[in-house]
């Protein structure tokens, strides 16, 4: 498909003055819903739209009245860090009567509503692509019945939806992830990982069964991010005999020196023949066969409650405000439309196209057609599929290939959480392939003293939930070591190289290539896997590590807010890490609900400062208590922290008073998040498939080595919208402000637009990505796997 012409839409000349927009979500709550809703009404009002909330669903658009109340934008303030839909939820039966849907088409030409956005599942879009459908008779029918004027058909002739999925099953095929999803993997990883601790003090085996009645998605992605013993879905059933491969395994595993087994269990988990596997069930296995002490966790609707991670907010605030700009667009021929996730990049989809491949799936299942249910959930479930076999499951010696290879993993830069779940996945991968894993100890300071060690399968194990960086790591870079590091090289005889860190890896990756030059020990493939909290590498959108960072900065700016409620007015100035890229202040300012966020890229002078303190005064005389402002720690030399914090406080004098707070190194320590331990173990996976591939391509037989001295032998892999691309690292130097170790070009500067609407400032917004409506692709090219989000 061809890419849409670069536009920006202005305040001034993106006008829905005239539309009536409402709101409403629909079945099963999901975090994140109620960011969702607050973009929606804020950038509904914000193009000129009246904007209205449906109260409980699609039971309150039958019932009518109080229900569907006109929505401002104070009534949204203080909602994005609230778990759940705080307008609340719930399953109608008569909407799905004729009769239901003509009393709540009544209920919306009244309020003149022909735009309706609703968040749920496939059954709640499902109900209102119907509701469309069947518009233009249900007016038909009020005239008849006196209820409407008959002007009233072609005032209010067309009705158009547009969908978010709200589900943390994660289980609606044609986006990647649903809102909601990260957040009740969020609920789930907390309590593994405090179930772990209590596990190993008493050698205990905990089966763990998590929500998912028809889609394995949370069962799969937490044993990924645990590295559980054993998981079971109900899109792969285990084959015949799988109780007794199961008890090998934990017995194998106790044998091997571990205290604990953690078995994770999806609610709707069969057998072959469509049997349910219970968690009594295995526990009575393991106990009747193994003799292990075992107890049983349900974790229920712990998993749909809390409030809703950092990558939620962000999702869901893009969605809803990508969801009104297609209300604008629509036109009475335009198909309901869903807004999905495509790696790092909305799309607009038929809403039935997916719900038809989502209705698939169950079939399939129906069928007994498993490995046709895997591949229509898509390539980010099979992939996650993929990876845990390859990563829980150790093929016996006798089954592994011989390569005779060895491959050397360090850390390189500051720590970044989800640095251990990487070395953990390329040591695993690595061994599956053949190869013998060498570990490098405090980075390239580390390999030039021979701090080098063989490291085995068991070496790695519990790796993935253990935060900073087990390796140990260093900002030293190679280049004055060289002759050194080529030493420990042949000593060893390292034939491929996988670095994990920030820039300080990138920097490095460029003067080993530099190096081939001089010392052969280099011409071996080399990969690196961008790993840093600041997200400051060129050649990918995302990196190991800040998605942890994002969620401290966001979990501390809601207990900051918090502590002034009740209190009078006031104004918090937080200051977060980064170095100069403003990932960190604009992300989390968009997560947080931020006011402004000071960055590097985005120069600022007195003016705007004084703008900004204008505006939070403008606000707090309309209600609002409290305004956050975030500000990168390099944004300027001259406007540091305790300028701005002095300059609010002076200007703000009467109205509001300030608070600052530097964050500090908690944004860099702490237990990774799971989509910091997935990005992190599927991309090492992939990396080290990708060294296996570059090895036997460079294996001179005749001389019994290795030699690559090609520039697409040394490669970042990254994400890039929807790819995850291997990239030469030469090719990426003319992408990077090295002076002040950025990449020239950063998607999200996009998103930032989107914090300043959200805030009720009005300024310009870039939808080039935005107007095109796509379809459902049901096999993507292997390159086009973009599912890293989880």
């Known amino acids: 498909m061809a890419k849409p012409e670069s536009k920006k839409i202005f305040f001034e000349n993106l006008s829905g003055a005239g539309k009536a927009i409402a709101v409403l979500t629909s079945g099963g709550d999901a975090q994140g819903m109620n960011a969702a809703v607050r973009a929606v009404v804020r950038m509904g009002l914000y193009v000129g739209a009246k904007v209205y909330f449906i109260h409980e669903g699609y039971q309150g658009m039958v019932d009518g009245g109080e229900n569907i109340v006109e929505a401002s934008w104070e009534s949204v303030s203080s909602m994005l860090q609230v778990g759940g839909t705080v307008i609340g939820s719930a399953r109608c039966k008569e909407f799905r009567s004729h009769e239901g849907r003509l009393k709540a088409a009544l209920n919306l030409v009244k309020q003149g509503i022909t735009n309706l956005c609703v968040i749920g599942g496939d059954g709640s879009l499902t109900g209102a692509n119907l509701f469309k459908e069947e518009w233009s008779g249900l007016l038909a029918e009020l005239v008849e019945q006196g209820s409407i004027e008959a002007d009233a058909v072609s005032k209010y002739s067309a009705l158009h939806i547009v969908g978010m999925v709200g589900s943390i099953d994660n289980d609606f095929c044609g986006t990647d992830m649903t809102i909601g999803t990260d957040s009740a993997l969020h609920r789930i990883i907390e309590v593994v990982d405090a179930i772990m601790t209590t596990a190993q003090s008493h050698q205990r085996t905990f089966v763990l069964e998590v929500m998912g009645r028809h889609c394995g998605y949370l069962a799969l992605v937490s044993a990924l991010a645990c590295g559980a013993d054993w998981v079971l879905i109900p899109e792969m059933p285990p084959e015949d005999g799988w109780e007794d491969k199961m008890c090998r395994k934990l017995s194998a ?16 988990a069969i057998d072959g023949s469509n049997r349910p596997i219970t968690t009594d069930y295995i526990k009575d296995l393991v106990v009747k066969r193994l003799g292990f002490d075992t107890r049983v966790t349900i974790l229920g609707h712990v998993q749909r409650g809390g409030t809703p991670s950092a990558f939620d907010r962000v999702l869901a605030s893009r969605m809803g405000v990508e969801a009104v700009l297609a209300l604008l667009e629509t036109t009475a021929n335009t198909p309901a439309c869903v807004v999905s996730l495509c790696g790092n990049q909305l799309v607009r989809l038929p809403l039935m196209e997916c719900v038809q491949m989502t209705q698939e799936v169950q079939r399939a299942m129906d069928g007994k057609r498993f490995e046709e249910a895997v591949k229509l959930r898509g390539r980010s479930f099979e992939n996650n599929l993929k990876t845990y076999k390859l990563l829980a499951h150790r093929k016996p010696e006798s ?14 830069g500051a720590p970044a959480a989800g640095m251990n779940a990487a070395v953990r996945s390329a040591v695993r991968v690595g061994i599956s392939e053949g190869h013998k894993m060498f570990a490098v100890s405090d980075g390239f300071e580390g390999f030039y003293k021979g701090q080098i060690r063989e490291v085995k399968w068991a070496d790695v194990g519990g790796w993935t939930g253990q935060g900073g960086s087990l390796l140990g790591t260093k900002r030293t870079l190679p280049a004055k070591h060289v002759d050194k590091i080529a030493e420990q090289m042949r000593e060893h005889k390292i034939n491929a190289l996988l670095i994990v860190g920030g820039f300080e890896a990138f920097e490095s990756l460029l003067q080993l290539c530099e190096a081939r030059a001089t010392h052969e020990e280099f011409c071996i493939p080399m990969c690196m896997l961008p ?3 600041s997200n400051n590498v060129p050649g990918t959108d995302l990196t190991i590590g800040a998605d942890t960072a994002l969620n401290a900065i966001v979990e501390t700016c809601d207990r900051i807010k918090q502590s002034a409620s009740g209190t009078k007015r006031r104004v918090f100035i937080i200051e977060t890490m980064g170095g100069y890229c403003g990932y960190l202040a604009s992300v989390g300012g968009l997560a947080a609900g931020a006011d402004a966020a000071y960055i590097f890229e985005e120069p600022f002078d007195i003016k705007d400062l004084q703008a900004n303190v204008e505006h939070l005064t403008q606000k707090m005389k309309t209600g609002i208590q409290r305004g956050l402002v975030l500000r990168n720690e390099n944004c300027n ?24 707070n530097v964050l500090g190194h908690m944004q860099q320590g702490g237990a990774p998040s799971p989509f910091d331990r997935n990005f992190g173990t599927k991309i090492s996976a992939k990396a080290m498939q990708w060294v296996t591939k570059k090895l036997l391509e460079t294996f001179r037989h005749d001389e019994g080595r290795v030699f690559a ?19 030469p690292v030469v090719d990426l130097k003319g992408e990077t402000d090295f002076v002040h170790r950025i990449p020239k070009e950063q998607w999200w500067l996009k998103l930032r637009p989107l914090m300043k609407i959200l805030a009720k400032y009005k300024t310009s917004y870039d939808v080039s990505d935005s107007g095109q409506l796509e379809h459902v692709v049901r096999d993507r090219p292997k390159e086009s796997d973009a599912s890293v989000a989880m």
């Open 531 to 533: 790993a840093t909290i």
């Open 399 to 412: 089954e592994l290939p011989t390569s005779n290879f060895n491959v050397a993993v360090l850390n390189v």
């Open 253 to 268: 595993n106790r044998a091997g020196m571990k205290r604990l087994n953690i078995i994770i269990v999806a609610e709707g």
């Open 709 to 727: 001295n090609t520039e697409d032998s040394c490669c970042l892999l990254g994400m890039r919208r929807r790819a995850l691309v291997f990239q």
């Open 637 to 660: 030399e001259n406007y540091t922290t305790d300028f701005i914090y002095q300059l609010y406080s002076e200007e703000g004098r009467g109205v509001f008073d300030s608070r600052k």
